[in-house]
């Protein structure tokens, strides 16, 4: 089974910029969706961010548009989610998960093996 860890998660005021990395093992993230999702205190999870297993295909859901990248390094088994011009309504628990039975395929109901999140925190 995948196993995904994610690391990168902390504190920091509005404004500020965080990196998220997913590391997947012991298997080869090559034919693998990836995606970030976040749960915030009370909410349901909600996509963030996929992309496709070759990265030539991503998707940024709408809230956090322009703000924040997604991108992997496959050579590492790795994902990444660069978040800039962070604000507290991006206060969360960000899963990475992964969808092994399809390339580009990412939704909450897609992704079958999933991380157990890194918290975020956002504050002044």
């Known amino acids: 089974q995948l196993r995904l860890v994610e690391s990168g998660g902390g504190f920091v005021q509005p404004g500020g910029s965080l990196r998220l990395s997913c590391t997947a093992s012991?298997?080869?993230?090559?034919?693998?969706?990836m995606g970030w999702f976040r749960q915030a205190p009370g909410k349901e999870r909600e996509i963030v961010a996929c992309?496709?297993?070759?990265?030539?295909?991503?998707n940024i859901a709408d809230s956090v548009k322009g703000r924040f990248t997604i991108s992997r390094d496959n050579a590492k088994n790795t994902m990444f989610l660069q978040m800039n011009s962070l604000k507290p309504e991006d206060t969360a628990v960000y899963y990475c998960a992964a969808n092994t039975l399809n390339f580009f395929r990412c939704s909450l109901d897609d992704m079958d093996s999933w991380g157990k999140g890194t918290l975020v925190t956002v504050s002044s």
């Open positions: 992309i496709s297993s070759v990265g030539d295909i991503s």
């Open positions: 012991p298997f080869t993230l090559d034919y693998t969706a």
